[in-house]
């Protein structure tokens, strides 16, 4: 299946750009098609919000109209979710930058990246398992789980509107969350919410040694963490197709100069870090014309749905 997000794999430095796909309109002049991606997102909520297996529970029992609007009722629901929406609904561009750092749809966007471009299905939903009606799980924003190769993929996204300030705060997380006593308290919740939402035989044994390991070491090894930034960037006016309508090669060079030296930049960010050597650190960088207007629009279809 074809998505509307093109994906640039620089694997020998572990990092990967996206951006939205782009088209030519009748006048022949690129653009990108955000429209039919904000869609394509939205298309993901049940599943991002729900959990897979309930999702489909509740598609195959009334429909999947009822699970779409379960799913969005529930990250409606949650506190910051609700007040970003009532923010944005009414702001401006000039308006603070208060909302738009960390939030659900960046979780949303890396649950739909770990999903559906590399494949690695969601272990638990943090929006399902709310420590309270009116607040977040705190931990990691993404837990996934190859089960093939027993590994978990472990995310943190950053909604920035400048790249250097979601790169300190992505590397403030790996200094926060990867460590022995973070992991210890994660885990722990981690196992407990498998018990909750699968039986057994649906967990495997693999995933619960993994989970339950009594070592630091063991988890790491086994582990692709995931650091997800969002934000605004001029490199996609750069953007243009050859004369097969595919990805010109300039476009490609520009874009693989970008990645490798944000990854130095953040690699610097991170160079004290005891265990970067142990375990597979994964940048994700996402430019965008907008991050404002882009999640002004997630919000307004948000709001629309509940109407």
Known sequence: MNYLTNKYEYESIQTYCFHIV?????EGREYQKIDEWNEEIFNEIPFFALGRKRALEISSESGPRKATRDGM???YKVKEIKEANEYFISADEDAE????????FGELILYYLLERQFNK??????????????????????????????ELWIGESKFYKSLSNALQDLANDLFG???VNFFDSEF????????DYYDDKEVGDEIRKLIKSSTFIQRLSNINACFFALFDSKILDNFKFNDSGNTHNDFKDILEKFA????????????????????????????????FKLVKQLHEKLKREQN
């Open 22 to 26: 782009f088209d030519i309109n009748d």
């Open 188 to 195: 722990a919740i981690i196992n407990n919410r498998l018990s």
């Open 73 to 75: 009722e529930l990250l």
């Open 177 to 179: 969350h990867f460590n």
């Open 121 to 150: 299905p969601q272990l638990i939903s943090k929006i399902y398992f709310k420590d309270s009606p009116s607040g977040m799980v705190h931990g990691f924003d993404a837990v996934h789980y190859d089960r093939e190769k027993n």
């Open 97 to 104: 930058d208060r909302y738009l750092k960390r939030g659900e």
């Open 260 to 291: 490798k030296d944000t990854r130095k930049k953040f690699d610097q960010k991170i160079k004290d870090f005891g265990n970067k050597d142990r375990l597979k650190i994964n940048l994700f960088l996402f430019p965008v014309e907008s991050k």
